[in-house]
């Protein structure tokens, strides 16, 4: 039976662009975009059009260009939101307009000042004007993680029976627990009249650290659409990261999900959004951090150099990284000083090796990290001593 496949709804240039010091020029999103499209994401939301001109222009070109993905555009649920996120669209091979408004009791009495029934035709409203320019319509109950299950489902059955194609449950604040955030997809797809008739859409935020998980949780009890952002990026501590879902996914084969992410250009495109919003991806970062599949335990460069499944479940070449990093420090054993010394072209005997054992030790108390240099230095200084 083959695998269900999870739609990819990348949100970098909308959500992720929001981050202070992110900005992107128009040319910088567009390099973006093409790259999303060449990974095989089916969904980027390139901007939010009302926004501001830039943010329509951008948008608009993007829409011009684009043939395999959908371009999407958030709107708020305000007429001329809509209006502004359509025309920009208009051009689209493949347009969505995203919109929506807030359902939690904090967002209805006290951001949005009024009653949920007045949020509930807001809602509908809003997803019947869209669909009078397009036909794929994603509706975002925002701050769902925290919006009473029962409102939350009267919401959602709603937009769906007003025309939206998709729709967005929100942890807007990062607030639920993986149990938590699944067993409300498990509720919607249990108790909405209609719910077969649009897809469920995941959109996690990482304020606790566990926006990854909430996506997988999420697409474990039935949703069919994650939300993510490349490295994570977005406001405050960040979205979903699309690496690491895409991974999850692709690895644990008995979750019967995947994704028509082509993997091999995940640490590209980390590197290009990195380089591009001036935001660097952290050392251990999961998939494309600089040390994923960096080693410098002696115990684990022993078991690596024997065989490299023994401390990596993913082959660096899956995602785009050069190749498994055999790090020198004084916590490196024989095995590793052994492993590099023949990368150099250096054939050591088992005398030789613990003599340069010894040195190698001391060399590393000192300089913290070996470099090929180092040891080059390192063998001819032996040779001649």
Same mark, same amino acid.
């Given at each position: ?5 999870? #739609? ?35 969904? +980027? ?12 222009? *951008?948008? *608009? ?11 999407? =555009? ?10 502004? =996120? ?23 009495? &006290? ?29 975002? %109950?925002?701050?769902? /993680?925290?919006? $009473? ?10 937009? @769906? ?21 699944? %067993?409300? @997809? ?7 009249? /209609? ?11 990482? $304020?606790?650290?566990? =926006?990854?998980?909430? !996506? ?14 490349? &490295? ?6 960040? &979205? %979903? ?5 895409? +991974? ?25 959004? !990195?380089?591009? +919003?001036? +935001? ?20 684990? #460069? ?20 050069? $190749? ?20 150099? /072209?250096?054939?050591? /005997? ?7 054992? #010894?040195?190698?030790? %001391? ?9 090929? #240099? ?12």
């Amino acid at each position: 039976m083959p695998n269900t496949q999870i #739609q990819i709804f990348d949100t970098t240039l909308r959500d992720g662009e929001q981050v202070p010091g992110c900005q992107l020029n128009c040319d910088e999103k567009i390099e973006i975009a093409r790259y999303l499209e060449k990974l095989g994401v089916d969904v +980027m939301e390139v901007g939010f059009p009302i926004s501001s001109p830039g943010d329509f222009k *951008s948008v *608009s070109r993007i829409a011009a260009i684009i043939k395999e993905s959908t371009v999407c =555009a958030l709107s708020r649920a305000v007429k001329k939101d809509i209006e502004a =996120a359509a025309k920009a669209i208009q051009s689209a091979a493949r347009p969505r307009i995203h919109t929506g408004i807030g359902t939690s009791d904090s967002h209805v009495f &006290n951001k949005l000042r009024t009653s949920r029934e007045n949020v509930l035709e807001r809602g509908v409203e809003a997803v019947k004007y869209a669909k009078t320019f397009v036909e794929d319509v994603e509706f975002y %109950a925002e701050d769902a /993680g925290r919006t $009473d299950n029962e409102f939350l489902a009267k919401v959602i059955e709603a937009a @769906i029976k007003a025309g939206a194609t998709v729709v967005n449950i929100p942890d807007t604040t990062g607030y639920c627990l993986p149990s938590e955030y699944g %067993a409300k @997809i498990k509720f919607l797809k249990e108790n909405v009249k /209609g719910i077969h008739k649009a897809t469920i859409s995941t959109h996690c935020h990482n $304020d606790l650290g566990l =926006a990854t998980a909430n !996506s997988i949780s999420g697409v474990m009890n039935g949703a069919g659409q994650i939300e993510c952002t490349v &490295n994570g990026i977005g406001e405050r501590a960040g &979205n %979903a990261s699309m690496e690491e879902v895409v +991974m999850i996914m692709r690895k644990h084969n008995d979750l019967n999900f995947d994704t028509r992410i082509d993997t091999k250009h995940l640490c590209k495109i980390s590197a290009l959004v !990195s380089s591009k +919003m001036n +935001m660097p991806v952290q050392a251990n970062k999961a998939i494309v951090g600089s040390n994923a599949f960096a080693h410098s335990s002696g115990i684990h #460069q022993d078991g690596v150099i024997k065989s490299r499944e023994t401390y990596e479940i993913i082959d660096p070449e899956e995602v785009g990284a050069l $190749d498994s990093s055999i790090v020198l420090t004084a916590r490196s054993g024989r095995a590793a000083l052994n492993y590099r010394a023949k990368k150099l /072209g250096y054939e050591l /005997g088992k005398e030789e090796l613990d003599k340069h054992y #010894q040195n190698f030790l %001391a060399l590393a108390d000192e300089k913290k990290v070996i470099q090929d #240099q180092d040891l080059v230095q390192l063998f001819q200084v032996s040779a001649t001593a």
